[in-house]
C-alpha cells in the first residue's frame, strides 16, 4: 500500500513538471526556472539565487499581459515570527507577523533601537521621505506561511535605487549598512512590496546650517530640499561684522573722496575741462557710483533683500523671475561702474602719454578723440555687464552685502573679473611708463632751454605717475594673489564643511561622535582684497591733491562768501600787448636762437599735468596776464605780427652763410623756401582761460635751379614772384634770421622756434 502511494506521489510529480514545461513552452519564460505550485500560487525561482518569485494565476488580467511588466512578489525562505510593536517609523503595520532574516540583529528589540536612530534622518527631507518605505521592507518586512514553508517578502531593487540621490551623502556611512546597499541579490528587481501601501509622513527638516528650499539650484551637494542658508557658514558672525564694519568705512571714505574730486572739477569746469586731467573726472565719477553700490547694504533691511532669496538661502543664477531686481541693481552699480573707472584708467594713461608725443600736431589732439573714449569706456563695460547677467552668473554673498559675479562659478569669476584686470594692468602699465620715459627724455635733453620751474614740475609728475603705475600694480597682483588663494582652497573648505554635516548626522546616531571644525577661510584676506578695491578709488582722488586745486577752492569760496578774489587772478592780456611782450624779448631770441612766450592766465587743471604752464625764467611777467578770446588764425599769425615790428633780428656773433653760393640767393634761378611744419595751434575759443601752443619746426633750405619745362608765360611770372620773394624785404630778413639762428647752433638742417601759449 505504502509503494502505490509513493508512485502516486511520484507520477503527480512528473505530471506537474510536464504540465509547467508545456506552459513555460507557451509564455516564452526561463526554461531554468523551478516551479512549485499548489494549485493556487506559483513559486518562480529567480536566477538560482535563493529568492523565489510569487506568482498568483488568480490575479486580475493588466492592460498588458506580459510576463515582464507583472508586479509579482519576491519571497525568501526565513522564519516568521510575530510583531512584537504593530507600528514602523510612526506607520501602522498591514500584517502580524515579520522576520530579522534580511537584516544581521539578532531580534526585534535590536530593531526597533536601529530604527529610532534612523528617526534622525528627517534632518535629510528628501531621504527621509524615500527611505521610510525601505527602512520598514527591510526592518520590519511581512512574513508568511506560503506553500508549506515560511517565506519572508522582499523589498524591490528600484525601492532601493530610488534613496540613492537623496540620500548620496549619507550612503558611505553607518546609515547604510551593507543588507542595505542595492545589488539584485539582496533586492531583486521587479517586485512588489507589501511597504509600496503604507502612507507615512514625508515632512523633514534640515540639519542646521542648512535650511529647508524648493528650489533645485540650491539645494546643497548630496543633501536634496536643503540648502545653505543666506548667511554664509563659513564665517562667523563676529568676522561678518568686520567685514561689514570695513565695507561702510572704506567704501565711505572712498566715495567722500570721489565726490570731493568731482566737485572740485566742477567749481573751475573750464580750467578743469581737458585731456587728459578731464579722464581723471570720470574716473572719480565711476568710483563714486560704485561705492554707493557697496553701501546701498547699510539700509534698513537692505543686506537681506539684496543678498537672500525669499526660502532664505543665498541668491544664485540671478537674475531670476522669483526674486525682485534689488540684487542684479547693486550689482550694475558695483561691477559695471568699477570696470568702467579701469577703461577710463587705460584711457588716462593712453591720453597722458599721448600728450607728449602729439604735443604740437593739430591732427593728434587729444580733444578729437573724446567721443571715441567715451564710446570705449562706457560700451565695453556694458558689454561685460550683459553677457554676466545672461549666463546667470551674478550671486550673492552676505559677507560682503552685495551681488557680484563669480562667488559660486571661479571660472567665470575669471573671464568677466580678472581677464579684464589683467588688461587693464598691462595696457595702462605700458602707457604710463611709456609717458613716464618719454618725460624723463625731456627733462633730460632740455636742461639749457627750460625754466627750474618747468623741471621741477616735470620731476613732480613723472614721480606721481611712477607713484600711481607702481600702486596700481600692486593693488591689481594683490587682488589677483587673493582669488588664486580663494580657488585653490574652495574645495577645501567645501569638503571640510561637507565632512561636519556628515558628522553631525552621524553623532545623531552614534552619541560619542565629535566633530571638529576643519578649515575655513581667512577673514584676512578678504579684507586685504577689500581694502585694494577702495584704495584703488582714493588713489584716483589723490590727483586733485594739488595746490592748482587748493587755488580753485579758495577763488570759489571767496565769490561763494562775497570776498575779493585774490590777486593771483591777473587781467587780460590784450591782442597788441602780447605782441608787444615778443618784440620786447627780440634779444632772448638772438641768444639762444628760440623764442618762447606765455598767453595764458595762472589757472591750471586741478589735476596739474600741462607742463607747458610755465613762462621762461627771464621773464616771469608773461604769467601775470590773461589772454582775451584768441582765435587759431591770430595764433597761427602771431610771428608775422611780431616780424612786422622787426622783432627778429641778426645775431650779432653770426656772419656766415648756409649756402656755398650766397649770391645766388637773389637770382631768379634759385629759390629759398622755408617749410613751416607741424604747426599745433591748441586753444578752446570764446573760453577765458585761452591755451595756445604754436610749434614751428624743420626749417630747411632748398637751394636748386629751376627746370625749364614750363612755358613762356609761367617762367616769367615765376621770375617775378621769385624777384618778390629776393627782394631785401621784411619775409627775406626774417628767412635769413631763421636760418642764421639755425646755423648760430651749429644745427645747418633744423631749428626750432616754439611759441608756447598756456
Given at each position: 500500500?505504502?509503494l502505490?502511494m509513493k508512485i502516486?506521489t ?15 513552452h507557451d509564455s ?6 523551478i516551479?512549485i505550485?499548489?494549485g493556487t500560487?506559483v513559486?518562480e ?6 529568492n523565489f518569485?510569487l506568482i498568483?494565476?488568480?490575479?486580475a488580467?493588466?492592460?498588458f499581459p506580459?510576463?515582464e511588466?507583472?508586479?509579482d512578489s519576491?519571497v525568501?525562505?526565513a522564519?516568521?515570527e510575530p ?5 514602523c517609523?510612526g506607520?501602522?503595520?498591514p500584517?502580524?507577523?515579520t522576520s530579522v ?8 528589540n535590536?530593531?526597533?533601537i536601529?530604527?529610532?536612530l534612523?528617526k534622525e534622518l ?11 518605505p525601505?527602512?520598514?521592507a527591510t526592518f520590519?518586512?511581512k ?12 523589498p524591490s531593487y528600484?525601492?532601493?535605487?530610488i534613496?540613492m540621490e537623496?540620500c548620496l551623502?549619507l ?5 547604510f549598512p551593507?543588507f542595505l546597499?542595492?545589488n539584485?541579490?539582496l533586492?531583486?528587481p521587479?517586485c ?5 501601501e503604507?502612507k507615512f ?8 546650517p542648512?535650511?529647508?528650499t524648493?528650489?533645485f539650484?540650491?539645494f546643497?551637494?548630496?543633501?536634496s530640499g536643503?540648502g545653505l542658508p543666506?548667511?554664509?557658514p563659513l564665517?562667523?558672525?563676529d568676522e561678518?561684522?568686520?567685514i ?5 568705512w572704506?567704501?565711505g571714505v572712498c ?6 574730486t ?6 573751475d569746469w573750464r ?5 587728459p586731467?578731464?579722464?581723471?573726472f570720470?574716473?572719480?565719477v565711476c568710483?563714486a557710483v560704485?561705492s554707493m553700490g557697496?553701501l546701498v547694504q547699510?539700509g ?5 533683500d ?5 526660502d532664505g538661502?543665498?541668491?544664485?543664477g540671478?537674475?531670476?523671475?522669483e526674486?525682485?531686481l534689488?540684487c ?6 558695483v561691477?559695471?561702474?568699477m570696470m568702467a573707472?579701469c577703461v577710463?584708467f587705460?584711457?588716462?594713461?593712453y591720453?597722458?602719454?599721448?600728450s607728449f608725443r602729439a604735443?604740437?600736431?593739430?591732427q593728434?589732439?587729444?580733444d578729437?578723440?573724446a567721443a571715441?573714449?567715451h564710446?570705449?569706456a562706457?560700451?565695453?563695460p ?6 554676466t547677467m ?7 554673498s552676505s559677507?560682503?552685502?552685495?551681488c557680484?559675479v ?12 580678472l581677464a579684464?584686470l589683467s588688461?587693464?594692468?598691462l ?5 604710463l ?13 632740455s ?8 623741471s621741477?614740475?616735470?620731476r613732480?609728475?613723472i ?14 597682483c594683490?587682488t589677483?594673489?587673493?582669488h588664486?588663494?580663494?580657488f585653490?582652497?574652495?574645495d577645501?573648505w ?5 565632512k561636519?554635516?556628515?558628522?553631525r548626522?552621524?553623532?545623531?546616531k552614534?552619541?560619542n561622535k565629535?566633530?571638529g571644525?576643519g578649515a575655513r577661510p581667512s577673514v584676512?584676506v578678504l579684507?586685504?582684497?577689500?581694502l585694494?578695491?577702495f584704495?584703488a578709488?582714493?588713489l584716483?582722488?589723490?590727483?586733485t ?7 580753485a ?8 562768501c562775497g570776498?575779493?578774489?585774490?590777486s593771483?587772478v591777473?587781467r587780460?592780456a590784450r591782442k597788441?600787448?602780447?605782441i ?12 639762444r636762437g628760440?623764442?618762447?612766450i ?6 591750471q587743471?586741478p589735476?596739474?599735468l600741462?607742463?607747458?604752464h ?5 621773464y616771469?611777467?608773461d604769467?601775470?596776464?590773461e589772454s582775451?578770446d584768441?582765435s587759431s588764425?591770430?595764433?597761427?599769425n602771431?610771428p ?6 622787426d622783432?627778429?633780428?641778426l645775431?650779432?656773433?653770426t656772419?656766415?652763410s648756409l ?8 637770382s ?8 613751416l611744419?607741424?604747426v599745433?595751434?591748441e586753444?578752446?575759443?570764446n573760453s577765458?582761460?585761452s ?8 626749417m630747411?633750405?632748398k ?5 625749364t619745362?614750363?612755358t613762356?608765360?609761367k617762367?616769367k ?6 624777384r618778390?620773394?629776393?627782394t631785401?624785404?621784411i619775409?627775406?630778413?626774417l628767412s ?6 639755425v646755423a648760430?647752433?651749429?644745427?645747418r638742417?633744423r631749428e626750432e622756434v616754439?611759441?608756447?601759449f598756456?
Open positions: 500500500m505504502t502505490m502516486a511520484w507520477l503527480c510529480w512528473i505530471l506537474s513538471a510536464l504540465l509547467c514545461q508545456a506552459s513555460q516564452g519564460s526561463d526554461k531554468n526556472a516551479l505550485d499548489n500560487d513559486l525561482s529567480i536566477n538560482g539565487t535563493p518569485r498568483k494565476p488568480n490575479r488580467a493588466p492592460w506580459e510576463r511588466i507583472k508586479l519576491c525568501r525562505r522564519r516568521c510583531l512584537e510593536k504593530f507600528t517609523l506607520t501602522k503595520l500584517f502580524d507577523k532574516h534580511l537584516t544581521f540583529y539578532d531580534n526585534q535590536q530593531i526597533q536601529q530604527l529610532e534612523y528627517i534632518n535629510v527631507p528628501k531621504c527621509w521621505a524615500v527611505i521610510q525601505l527602512l520598514c520590519m518586512p512574513c508568511e506561511r506560503i506553500l508549506g514553508q515560511d517565506m519572508v517578502y522582499l528600484e525601492m532601493c535605487k534613496t537623496p551623502i550612503y558611505n556611512t553607518t546609515y551593507s546597499k542595492c539584485t541579490t533586492f531583486p521587479k512588489e512590496t507589501p511597504a509600496r503604507m509622513n514625508t515632512s523633514g527638516k534640515c540639519l542646521s542648512l535650511i529647508h524648493e528650489k539650484l540650491h546643497y551637494e548630496g543633501i536643503c543666506c548667511r554664509d564665517y562667523t558672525e561678518h561684522q568686520q561689514h564694519r570695513l565695507v561702510a572704506g567704501a566715495l567722500l573722496l570721489n565726490l570731493l568731482v566737485a572740485t572739477f566742477l567749481i580750467s578743469a575741462n581737458k585731456y586731467a578731464l579722464v581723471i570720470y574716473i572719480n568710483f560704485a557697496w547699510f534698513f533691511g537692505s543686506r537681506e539684496i543678498v537672500c532669496s525669499k538661502t543665498r541668491r544664485q540671478e537674475p531670476s523671475a526674486e525682485n534689488s542684479v541693481v547693486v550689482f550694475v552699480l561691477y559695471y561702474f573707472a577710463w587705460v584711457i588716462f594713461t591720453a597722458w602719454h599721448m604735443l604740437g600736431k593739430i593728434d589732439r587729444i578729437k578723440k571715441y573714449f564710446l570705449v562706457w560700451s565695453l556694458l558689454v561685460l555687464t550683459i553677457a545672461a549666463f546667470g552668473e551674478v550671486d550673492g559677507v560682503t552685502g552685495i557680484f563669480g562667488y559660486i562659478n571661479y571660472s567665470m569669476r575669471v573671464a568677466l573679473l579684464p588688461v587693464v594692468l595696457l595702462g602699465g605700458y602707457f611708463l611709456r609717458g613716464v620715459f618719454s618725460l624723463i627724455a625731456v627733462r633730460v635733453s636742461k639749457d632751454v627750460i625754466s627750474p620751474k618747468a621741477n614740475k616735470i613732480q609728475t614721480t606721481r605717475c611712477s607713484l600711481t603705475a607702481a600702486l596700481v600694480a600692486v593693488f591689481i594683490v589677483f594673489a587673493c588664486i588663494y580663494e585653490r582652497n574652495a577645501l567645501k569638503d571640510s564643511f561637507k561636519n554635516i556628515i558628522c548626522l552621524e553623532a545623531l552614534e552619541n565629535e566633530c571644525g584676512s579684507q586685504l582684497r577689500l585694494c578695491c584704495a578709488g582714493a584716483m582722488a589723490s590727483w591733491w594739488t595746490p592748482a586745486a587748493a587755488a577752492w579758495r577763488r570759489y569760496l571767496a565769490r561763494k570776498c575779493s578774489v585774490e593771483e591777473t587780460r597788441h600787448e602780447l608787444a611782450r615778443a618784440y620786447r624779448r627780440r634779444g632772448e631770441f638772438a641768444a628760440r623764442l618762447s606765455s598767453l595764458g592766465g595762472s589757472r587743471d589735476v596739474g600741462c607742463i607747458d610755465t613762462s621762461p625764467i627771464d616771469p611777467e604769467a601775470k596776464h582775451a584768441l588764425s591770430w595764433a597761427a602771431l608775422r605780427f611780431v616780424r612786422r615790428r622783432a627778429l633780428v645775431p650779432t656773433h656772419h656766415h649756402s656755398s653760393t650766397p649770391d645766388r640767393r637773389n631768379q634761378d634759385s629759390q629759398i623756401s622755408i617749410s611744419r607741424h599745433s595751434v586753444s578752446r575759443r577765458l582761460d591755451q595756445l601752443s604754436v610749434k614751428i619746426a624743420e630747411k633750405t637751394v636748386g635751379r629751376r627746370r619745362k614750363h613762356k608765360a617762367r611770372a615765376r621770375a617775378a614772384n621769385v618778390k620773394e629776393s631785401p624785404s619775409e627775406s630778413q635769413r634770421c631763421w636760418l642764421q639762428a648760430a647752433n651749429n644745427d638742417s616754439k611759441f608756447s598756456d
